[in-house]
């Protein structure tokens, strides 16, 4: 006896006997969190192949022009003149193209952490956010790639990263943390890529089989022959799971690679074994207040299609506990260390550890990252828009607050009081945080109009099982 295969990819179903059928599939492929009737998929499909209207393309060149403007003109400036004309000094080396590096790296660890733990622990709501969090960490690595190659002032040498013994007659130093970082993230970002594109296949293959001429092509040559067999079905199931389990400890491993660019030196206020947990937190907690951002931005820019719909209370809900729960971690990083100062003798001041900051500033950073998220103990608010994206920008906020305290404030002392000295960000620091904002948006505006915004066949399988369970 036959059963309908829950995936159609043609115009006809395709019939797969029961023994044919994946014996994962069900198990570890969580079924959307919306319903059928809520969510149609060839609406969707037609959100893809429509054209591009005019408040989109207004949005996009704006971004595309700032990136161009902010990434480009100063990466060019610095290359011409020099490190100099930076806002940086004899003892702050380190200015804002590190905070931002910290900063954008935190954001694209965290998106492919949450689909993957979202899928191994099968979660329902993984679906709506889980696409929509990888793409995040596609534009968001790219984007904190830029500035190390940038600040290294030679631009042109960046070359000599890589282990070309026979050109360059010299191995990279391994010693250097700048090394690790290549290695780290050119690693992560190449197994996000994969798991990223693995999810896209059969969503390709609909794609294709609901267009015409040169699309139905490309999306062709993207599909990669996918025809929704049995047997290609486990094989997407096995590695789905495998690039899961290989990337859940890969992004704590990396992050903490980047943490020890940090904690390995003897500057106060780094040398801390504390950071490798505290960075991985912060990371996390910001790059879900990223995804909340997103859910928002997409659900009201693509108000005709089938993901305004998907995007459920429910779903703003869950992602708001999420957010509750990171805050609590980070408050607690918060308190251990000032507990290990203070019970190793150190001053009762608030973070003793590092250099001394503005109260102002202090207390903005704590309440964006801690105080701010506690009103999601309220059901009302956790799914109020308004309030989810004041929480989700106070985060962020707060986590670029203690990106440059970290890497700015602790840095100022030194005990040559000749080189005291204060920083100040210069035009083109300023440029390339401008350029940096631009280039994400117009990347994920980019990746969001040729892919969609989150999986089509989980979608249409809870549509072919709620048929067959009111058949």
């Known amino acids: 006896m036959s059963r309908a295969f829950p995936f159609e990819l043609t115009e006809k179903r395709t019939q797969v006997s029961s023994d044919e059928l994946p014996p994962m599939q069900m198990m570890t492929r969580p079924a959307p969190a919306v319903s059928s009737a809520t969510v149609p998929v060839k ?40 490190v100099g004309v930076l806002g940086l000094n004899n003892n702050v080396v380190w200015g804002l193209d590190i905070v931002h590096f910290v900063f954008w790296i935190g954001l694209g660890h965290a998106g492919t952490l949450i689909s993957a733990v979202l899928l191994l622990t099968r979660q329902s709501w993984r679906s709506p956010i889980a696409r929509g969090a990888e793409q995040m960490t596609l534009c968001a690595v790219i984007c904190a790639a830029v500035f190390p190659v940038v600040h290294v002032g030679r631009v042109w040498m960046a070359w000599m990263a890589s282990p070309l013994p026979e050109v360059s007659g010299i191995w990279p130093d391994m010693a250097s943390p700048l090394m690790w970082d290549v290695m780290a993230v050119s690693t992560y970002f190449l197994l996000s890529v994969l798991y990223w594109y693995i999810g896209l296949i ?23 022959g996918w025809q929704g067999t049995g047997r290609q079905w486990r094989a997407y199931e096995k ?25 390995v030196t003897q500057v106060p206020g780094w040398h801390q074994s504390i950071f490798p947990p505290y960075f991985v937190g912060g990371a996390i907690l910001s790059g879900m207040a990223m995804v909340q951002l997103i859910l928002l931005g997409v659900r009201r820019l693509m108000s005709g299609s089938g993901v305004r719909q998907a ?3 429910a779903i703003l809900d869950l992602s708001s506990r999420f957010v509750l729960a990171l805050s609590l971690v980070m408050g607690a990083m ?25 109260a102002v500033f202090l207390a903005a950073m704590v309440a964006g990252n801690v105080l701010l998220p506690q009103l999601f103990w309220f059901r009302s608010l956790r799914t109020s828009r308004w309030v989810i994206a004041v929480v989700a920008l106070g985060v962020l906020a707060g986590m670029w607050m203690e990106r440059f305290w970290i890497v ?11 080189n005291i000295g204060d920083y ?31 999986s089509l066949c989980d979608v249409r399988e809870q549509q072919s099982l709620n048929k067959e369970g009111g058949a």
Do not use: Q
């Not at 893809?48 to 403007?69: I, N």
């Not at 700015?408 to 000749?418: F, G």
């Open 424 to 454: 100040y960000p210069s035009l083109t620091d300023l440029a390339m945080m401008a350029g940096s904002a631009g280039l994400f948006t117009a990347l994920y505006m980019a990746l969001v109009r040729v892919t969609p915004f989150f």
């Open 43 to 82: 609406t969707m499909l037609a959100e893809v192949r429509r054209p591009l209207g005019p408040v989109w393309w207004c949005v996009f060149l704006a971004s595309a022009l700032l990136a161009a403007w902010g990434v480009g003109w100063s990466s060019w400036r610095i290359a011409a003149e020099g």
């Open 408 to 418: 700015v404030n602790s840095l100022k002392a030194s005990l040559l009081a000749a």
């Open 311 to 313: 995007i459920t209370p």
């Open 334 to 358: 918060y308190l251990w260390e000032h507990m290990a100062v203070l019970l190793n003798g150190g001053g009762p001041e608030l973070f003793p550890g590092r250099n001394p900051v503005n």
């Open 239 to 263: 590695a789905s799971l495998l690039f899961a389990v290989i990337l859940t400890p890969l992004v704590v491993s990396v992050h903490s690679v980047v943490s020890f660019d940090f904690s």
């Open 202 to 224: 059969p969503d390709f293959a609909l794609l294709r089989d609901c267009c015409t001429g040169r699309l139905r092509r490309r999306y062709g040559w993207l599909a990669l």
